[in-house]
Antibody
Framework: QLQLQESGPGLVKPSETLSLTCTLS??????????WGWIRQPPGKGLEWVGF???????YYNPSLKSRVTISVDTSKDQFSLKLRSVTAADTALYYC??????????????WGQGTLVTVSS | DIQMTQSPSSLSASVGDRVTITCRAS??????LNWYQQKPGKAPKLLIY???TLQSGVPSRFSGSGSGTDFSLTISSLQPEDFATYYC???????????FGQGTKLEIK
C-alpha cells in the first residue's frame, strides 16, 4: 500500500528558500502512470495545487507560483522535492504531497501525505 | 486556467438531513471532477472521482453527479462523522494545472 511522507524544516525566514521532500513507501515513483504533486493549504484556508512532476522530470507548475517553484525527482530514492524561493508570510501553509494518476484510471489525488506545516517568519 | 466555484461556502445541517453541495467549472471538464472530505488536522480524503465513482470504503450515503460544468455531491442522511469541509477538484486541464474549489464547510445545526 503506497504511503507518502513529507519532511523538511518547519520554519523558514522571509526571502529564503523553502525546501521539502516527499518520500514514497510501498510503491515506486517510476511507475510511469502517475504525476507526483504538491498541494498547500494556508492556515484556515482552502487547498492550492502547487505543481506536479513526472518520473522522467517533466514538471507542471501553478502559474501563480511558477516563477518561484522548482520540483525535482530522485528515482533512486523514490523521492520528489519542492523548492519555493523568496518566501513571504503568505507562503506559510500546510504542505501536502500526493499521487495523481494520469489518464482515465482514478485521476484524483490519492493517497496524500499527512502534511507538514511550514511557517515563514524571522 | 479553469476556475472551480463551490456553493454554498458553509452549510448548517442536522444528523439525518439530506444535503447537496454544488461545484461549477468555468469551462467544460467532462466528468473529470473529484470530491474530497477534510477533517480538522487531517489530510483531505478522496470520496468520489470521475464525478460519480465512489472511492473504495466510502459509505454509500455519499453520491456524486454531473458533467460538463455543473456537479454536485449529495449526502443522503448526514451522520455525525460527516461534519467536515468538502472540496471539489478538476483533473481535466491540459497541461495538468488542476484546481480546487474554495471548499464548503458543513457544520452541525
Amino acid at each position: 500500500q503506497l504511503q507518502l511522507q513529507e519532511s523538511g524544516p518547519g520554519l523558514v525566514k522571509p526571502s529564503e528558500t523553502l525546501s521539502l521532500t516527499c518520500t514514497l513507501s510501498g510503491g515506486s515513483i517510476s511507475s510511469g502512470s502517475d504525476y507526483w504533486g504538491w498541494i498547500r493549504q494556508p492556515p484556515g484556508k482552502g487547498l492550492e495545487w502547487v505543481g506536479f512532476i513526472y518520473y522522467s522530470g517533466n514538471t507542471y507548475y501553478n502559474p501563480s507560483l511558477k516563477s518561484r517553484v522548482t520540483i525535482s525527482v530522485d528515482t533512486s530514492k523514490d523521492q520528489f522535492s519542492l523548492k519555493l524561493r523568496s518566501v513571504t508570510a503568505a507562503d506559510t501553509a500546510l504542505y501536502y504531497c500526493a499521487r495523481h494518476p494520469i489518464g482515465l484510471v482514478k485521476p484524483a489525488f490519492d493517497p496524500w501525505g499527512q502534511g507538514t506545516l511550514v511557517t515563514v517568519s524571522s | 486556467d479553469i476556475q472551480m466555484t463551490q456553493s454554498p461556502s458553509s452549510l448548517s445541517a442536522s444528523v439525518g438531513d439530506r444535503v447537496t453541495i454544488t461545484c461549477r467549472a468555468s469551462q467544460g471538464i467532462a466528468s473529470y471532477l473529484n470530491w474530497y472530505q477534510q477533517k480538522p488536522g487531517k489530510a483531505p480524503k478522496l470520496l468520489i472521482y470521475a464525478a460519480s465513482t465512489l472511492q473504495s470504503g466510502v459509505p454509500s450515503r455519499f453520491s456524486g453527479s454531473g458533467s460538463g460544468t455543473d456537479f454536485s455531491l449529495t449526502i443522503s442522511s448526514l451522520q455525525p462523522e460527516d461534519f467536515a469541509t468538502y472540496y471539489c477538484q478538476q483533473s481535466h486541464s491540459i497541461p495538468p494545472e488542476y484546481t480546487f474549489g474554495q471548499g464548503t464547510k458543513l457544520e452541525i445545526k
